[in-house]
């Protein structure tokens, strides 16, 4: 005998298969537009009216496609709450929905056939994404309110159970708003000629933020009292040959990896710095990753490429030197210390190859490659590290800690 479910009864949804079911939801909603238009329109054009929603699902589409990149349990050791958040972002996908489904069919009824009102072409779309926001509710709700609820840096334990180079503690802290670290002044032998210049000629003074659980230091300068911390430092830093991104040094605390304390690593090290905005001196390091031919990638088309039409999400893909010259990476990282990790690789699950950066300027090389404003992290991950797209941020993010420009 069937169980039959009480309006406030909701069974449990995961995350994953909330991402399936609304992505088949879009694809089921372009389908009943194309039947509708071939039904009552065609062969006459599309009025514009009807044609005005196939972008707004297009982007919908490709923000669930972002979305379903993303490797929940590595999540989860990186950012708080994360399923949470993940819920928090499928809920404006779903009510974005709900106002298409809604616009479509109205459209239909006052131009082309009173009766669909009664019909209801797209009814078991809305009926089953109303449902999808009451799962999803409840799910970040339970998320929330569990006992066994812990912070993102509680899963991560000092020092690191895994030989491999994972992210410290206390960078997962600093980037979910819980800032541990020390502060101690600058040796002049950690200072760079040019930095001994900007103290002549602007005066201030240069700090070092240390971290509490490993060896990890990064230096930043200060000009005021409003910006003697490292999340208030004006200090934006660049490298000449990585023209698409710039950062602040609080963007290396949140990349660093646990450092052993017999390594003494310093973040500050010359190299590891980048050169300050204010300097035309030209950085003279070479990169590892210098050879690598930005441009020469491929565009991979998915589902969304039947589905709509067009040539499909444009996803950055490996290129054959690009290829190889990851390969020669994998295999330094395992001769040298590393001090960085992409975050973003490791959020879907990539292999310890993305968490062997000796240096910043390898691992902005990595992101002007990886990361651009072509295929940029999704936008739950922009809004939590605080990651501008030339220069703007969600509304929530003040500034940005990372600042990924377009060159083209």
């Not at 990064?218 to 990585?242: E, P, Q």
Request: glycine content about 4%; overall charge neutral.
């Amino acid at each position: 005998m069937a169980m039959l479910l009480v309006e406030d009864d909701v069974l449990p949804i995961t995350i994953p298969e909330a991402i399936e079911s609304l992505t088949n939801i879009v694809i089921d909603i372009v389908r009943k537009n194309r039947t509708l238009v071939d039904y009552y329109i065609y062969p006459r054009p599309t009025p514009s009216e009807i044609e005005a929603y196939k972008p707004r699902l297009q982007l919908l589409y490709g923000r669930l496609e972002s979305l379903s990149t993303l490797d929940l349990p590595k999540l989860t050791l990186l950012v708080d709450d994360a399923a949470a958040l993940m819920s928090a972002s499928l809920l404006p996908i779903i009510d974005q929905l709900l106002n298409a489904v809604h616009g479509i069919q109205q459209i239909f009824i006052n131009h082309y056939d009173r009766d669909l009102e009664q019909r209801k072409p797209y009814g078991t779309v809305y009926d089953i994404l109303d449902y999808r926001w009451k799962q999803l509710e409840r799910f970040q709700r339970d998320q929330i309110q569990s006992a066994q609820r812990l912070l993102a840096d509680d899963l991560n334990p000092v020092p690191p159970s895994s030989p491999e180079p994972s992210f410290c503690r206390f960078a997962v802290a600093f980037t979910n708003g819980r800032d541990f670290g020390k502060l101690s002044q600058v040796l002049s032998k950690d200072l760079r000629s040019e930095d001994m210049e900007r103290l002549h000629n602007d005066g201030g003074a240069f700090l070092s933020w240390d971290c509490p659980g490993c060896a990890f230091k990064v230096k930043y300068y200060i000009i005021n009292s409003m910006g003697s911390h490292i999340h208030a430092t004006d200090d934006v830093r660049s490298h000449s040959s990585v023209p698409e991104v710039e950062y602040r040094p609080s963007w290396l605390v949140k990349c660093h990896l646990h450092q052993a304390k017999s390594t003494n690593r310093r973040g500050s090290h010359s190299e590891d710095q980048g050169t300050a905005r204010y300097s035309s001196q030209r950085n003279s390091f070479t990169s590892r990753a210098e050879n690598i031919v930005r441009r020469q990638t491929e565009i991979q088309g998915s589902r969304a490429s039947s589905v709509f039409n067009f040539d499909g999400m444009p996803r950055r893909t490996k290129s054959e030197t690009t290829t190889l010259q990851i390969s020669s990476l994998r295999a330094v990282a395992k001769e040298r210390t590393a001090v960085y990790g992409c975050p973003f690789c490791w959020m879907v699950g990539k292999e310890y190859g993305h968490m062997g950066y000796c240096n910043a300027r390898d691992l902005v090389e990595h992101i002007s490659v990886r990361h651009n404003v072509s295929c940029p992290p999704p936008s739950l991950v922009l809004e939590k590290y605080m990651i501008g797209l030339n220069g703007k941020c969600a509304e929530s993010v003040r500034r940005w800690d990372l600042n990924i420009k377009s060159t083209y």
